[in-house]
């Protein structure tokens, strides 16, 4: 029989530590918002997405089996304003989606290779927003028929005047809200909780769909509600996300969806805090927004930048700093040097005796009961971490006196690598030029009305092929071909340098 650690988390509906039991006895279903993807994710976007990955790798660890779903935002306000802005105002609307889908396509396979330089491990299924509009229809339409959703001029809005339970989870004053006022923002404050668009109507530049309404496109909120619900079903044991998507962003998906399921949705909403740069809210202006590439640049492993992260509890605010990461990479070299000690045989050891009663195996076992004690109890990582370090100290010196023999070491090696299964950072760094390529993507992206799969968009070898054969269409007076292969770079975020010397550069956009 399979063993499962019980393991608690904070959850924000209840505002309590509470043992998670999911409705499939030792299975666990989790729902997390992904990207919006227009742009790099940031280091505060991404320590929302470590967070998630080690609470996953917590409860896998724990013996639970886990189906996660993160959907990738790609039909959004900012999305269309980003993608939009070079095509001229009598653009098609085919001509309009394509464009959206070559700024997205491209967003969600660097998306994909952050994920992998931090050993983050990818979601079971990734649904892309544009390819379940079909079911948004489906439940905005059922919102409608139960009088929950209302049309406007094209628009459709969710009555939360119809939800008793409206400001659940923010816990918000149903005194302030306003209903029968709508809402056409997709994000706004808990002062201006108001009816909420589910469908919008379209406008001149945008890409739209055909519906029951008129042309429009769904509003952010009911992509998640539609996805959660269609890929993992009537119930989701665990839905996770920054703070900063409490209100209005999750506050709506438990409306639209338990508005129509007719019954809670979500057990668990889990939330990881907000993270600062030097003291300050990271910003453009202030020159402190960073993405993991900014940093690897600066020559940090993205395996260090996943450490500083989870060496601080996911629910603290977290203030990121260049002398932090380096405490991180010390951190980091201690464990390592200690697995490595503890792979090799033949420590001189210096004689003596050991004056403590607790013998190597007894001293691990109480590491890992401490260090699970912790990360059962909301994944209070620091309190784990300080219980390895102890270890660590303890054998390191036992070590110097009596030598461990090959058991002791390989049970110390066993735990090292349990608690790597969860942290992902020892034995080794990820390699410095993992950003630079991305290896077994198994998704397709279509670019320029061809399929490609992602290994290709980003492979140095698939760029030189492509200019290859521009330099040939060109040496062939075929113009036509080699402005469709520069344009097809360009949507894979190549940008070519014709060199003086007649010879063909290229660099990432
Ligand atoms: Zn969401």
Redo the contacts with the bound molecule.
Sequence with gaps: MRIIRPISLYNTLTRKIEQISPIIPGEVKVYS?GPTVYNFAHIGNLRTFLFQDLMKRTLLAAGYEVRHCM?ITDVEDKIIRDSQVDLPADATNEARHAAMNRLTDRYTVLFLEDLDAMRILRPDVMPKATGHIGQMKILIQNLVDKGLAYAREGSVYFRIAGFPNYGCLAHLDREGMQSGASMDADEYDKDHAQDFVLWKAAKTGEPTWDSAWGPGRPGWHI??SAMGIELLGGHVDIHT?GVD?IFP??EN?IAQSEGALGHPWVSMWVHGEFLMVEGEKMSKSLGNFYTLRDLVEKGINPITFRYAIQSNHYRKLLNFSFEGLKAADNSLKRIRAFRKRMEEDGAQAGGGTWKEALDPVQRLEKARIAFWEAMADDLNTPEALAALFTLISDLNAQDDRIALTREERDAVLGFLDETDSIFAAWPHESPMDVLASVTGLPATAVLGGVSVSMAEILSPERIQSLIAARQAARDARNWAESDRLRDQLKAMGIVLEDRKDGTVGWRRA
């Design positions: 918002c959907n992509e998640c996300g998507l962003h999750h998906e």
